[in-house]
């Protein structure tokens, strides 16, 4: 019986091993990653901030200006390791109840680096043709230091992002980087304005113009799921005429994320960190653990009945046990 009780601890434990094994390197990789059915709202804000009221022509300063952020995954779309998000942006004068502008993005990307795929219908402003790369929402889980471009749906192109130093945010030690977008000329083409908008003379001909953008960014990253927590962004867009000097302002504000989204997404990636520690640390160590020591446990139980088996064998019959009673002498 004895054997038997302790062959079946052996077993279990040997069970328990390799399920800390295979949960560490196989069900880990496997599970971690970004999630499908992600739903989440962020608010940036921004103060003295300047823009162009399209509405009326008119060039507004010292606002106060939102950009609200809503991302929803797509898990219906979901394959072979690629998530799909869209993503809305609404920016607007918080005390006029201006929209001041309008961006839609849908992201396909790797689940677990981050990388952007071309694929599942993603698309800048409904535009399917343009081509993304590098990582764009999601940041690869144990981000690294180096070698990282994030995709810039204003410019519709990736630029390098830097590694800044280490910040603490709510207590969170985070990965700081930074992003330098160069005055680039944005692509499409726009209505023309009048001229007196561009310091030009009133009266004459609407002017053609194009549009540059040019931003800094940072981003406060947790390394240990990947997770922006906190951002900067200082954005300067401006239109030019084609030809001939002018130029107008069409946004100048230093957007920074409010303290209500910051601890929001605190939260989330905490809880993030949590789930992974125990897929990659805390499970796999806890089942080693227990089944080392019920193989512990069940090894003296079969080797003592081995021996107590070999003894019957060899004494041709049962081996004698003594009575129970006093001892005597004689």
């Known amino acids: 019986m004895r054997r038997i009780f302790g062959a079946s601890l052996i077993g279990l434990g040997a069970f328990l091993l390799a399920a800390g094994v295979l949960t560490r390197l196989y069900v880990a990789p496997t599970l971690i990653g970004a999630p499908t059915d992600v739903y989440q709202v962020t608010r940036l804000k921004a103060e003295n901030a300047s823009y162009l009221d399209a509405a009326t022509a008119a060039p507004r300063t010292g606002a106060t200006v939102v950009a609200t952020n809503t991302v929803r995954g797509d898990p219906g779309s979901t394959h072979d390791g690629v998530a799909v998000w869209d993503s809305g942006t609404i920016v607007q004068d918080a005390v006029r109840g201006t929209t001041i502008e309008v961006q839609k993005q849908r992201y396909a990307f790797d689940r677990r680096t981050g990388e952007l795929r071309n694929c599942c219908g993603s698309a800048v402003q409904g535009d399917t043709g343009v081509r993304q790369s590098g990582i764009g929402l999601f940041w690869p889980v144990h981000v690294r230091t180096k070698g990282l471009e994030l ?26 980087f930074v992003q330098h977008v160069p005055e680039t000329k944005v692509a499409g083409e726009l209505p023309a304005v009048p001229p007196e908008l561009l310091g030009r003379p009133k009266g004459g001909a609407a002017v053609p113009v194009d549009r540059y953008y040019r931003a800094d960014a940072t981003y406060w990253v947790d390394p240990r799921t990947g997770a922006p927590v906190d951002q900067r962004q200082k954005v300067l867009s401006t239109l030019r005429p084609k030809e001939g000097p002018g130029g107008l302002v069409v946004a100048d504000f230093t957007l920074r994320m409010t303290p209500e989204s910051r601890k929001a997404l605190l939260a989330k990636s905490g809880d993030g960190a949590g789930k992974i520690r125990l897929l990659r640390t805390t499970g796999p160590l806890a089942g080693g653990a227990a089944g080392l020591l019920l193989v512990a446990a069940g090894l003296p139980l079969t080797l003592r009945a081995g021996r107590r088996t070999r003894r019957h064998r060899a004494g041709g019959g049962p081996v004698p046990r003594r009575a129970a009673g006093p001892r005597t002498d004689g």
Not at 154 to 175: C, M, Q
Request: without cysteine; charged residues 30%.
């Open 151 to 176: 995709f810039d749906t204003a410019t519709r192109r990736t630029w390098p992002v830097s590694f800044d130093g280490k910040e603490r945010v709510g207590g969170v030690l985070t990965y700081r």
